[in-house]
């Protein structure tokens, strides 16, 4: 990832209900959610929740698919494994037992 990118990503996650609907996306994967589902699980006029998912999607960090007459959003995990990388890939400056914590505290979830 670039560092031009990650800014990308980053302000896009740097917003309150955005955050929100990465996290709720990351939580419903494999299945995605439908952008209706999402705005009334999240509280936010459907209008308002398309405008976020727009900023989502163009950082990279959600995609969409069709199926009939909705639109089933996902979170990109290789978006946010670059993302997570990007942040990480120099950490401690190669020391691998600075990082273990890190790590260790990764694991569990994944």
């Given at each position: 990832m670039e560092k031009d990118s990650a800014i990308v990503a980053l302000g896009?996650?740097?917003?309150?209900?955005?955050?929100d609907v990465f996290r709720l996306l990351v939580r419903h994967e494999p299945d995605g959610m439908a952008a209706g589902e999402i705005a009334r699980q999240l509280d936010v006029p459907q209008n308002t929740m398309s405008a976020h998912l727009g900023i989502l999607a163009r950082a990279g960090l959600i995609r969409s698919e069709r199926h009939s007459?909705?639109?089933?959003?996902?979170?990109?995990?290789?978006?946010?494994?670059?993302?997570?990388?990007?942040?990480?890939?120099?950490?401690c400056a190669g020391n691998a037992e600075l990082c273990a914590p890190l790590i260790a505290e990764l694991a569990p979830c994944c």
């Open positions: 896009a996650l740097a917003q309150g209900t955005r955050l007459r909705s639109i089933i959003y996902r979170a990109d995990l290789d978006g946010l494994r670059a993302l997570t990388l990007f942040l990480v890939k120099d950490c």
